[in-house]
């Protein structure tokens, strides 16, 4: 499964984006995406999930962001408001799949100024 990741860019402080991520449509039912971020010298941390039942889960987004699927384009979505310096990190894609594991984008770098 080969995700493509985008919409990263420079913003200032209390600015918006919007990451997508792109995949091949799944021909598994159960599943997870999610958006991860790592920053430099940090581990990778996650920012929100959403189920395939629809299920969402904030952890680091949590209050500034909104995840969500996208069945037509088949995109994952983010977008991500009131940013802050310390939300400048690469972000991943992910899709888990029970029995398959994890899968990964590239990334997408967050550059927010202050």
């Known amino acids: 499964v080969q995700l493509q990741a985008s919409g990263g860019g420079l913003v200032q402080a209390g600015g918006s984006l919007r990451l997508s991520c792109a995949a091949p449509r799944s021909p598994f039912t159960n599943y997870v995406w999610g958006w991860y971020r790592q920053a430099p010298g940090k581990p990778r941390e996650l920012v929100a999930s959403?189920?395939?039942?629809?299920?969402t889960t904030y952890d680091y987004g949590k209050g500034r962001s909104a995840i969500s699927i996208d069945n037509v384009k088949n995109t994952l979505n983010l977008q991500m408001d009131g940013l802050k310096p310390e939300d400048t990190a690469v972000y991943y894609c992910n899709r888990f799949v029970p029995g398959l594991g994890d899968y990964w984008g590239q990334g997408t770098l967050v550059t927010v100024s202050s």
């Open positions: 959403i189920s395939s039942g629809g299920t």
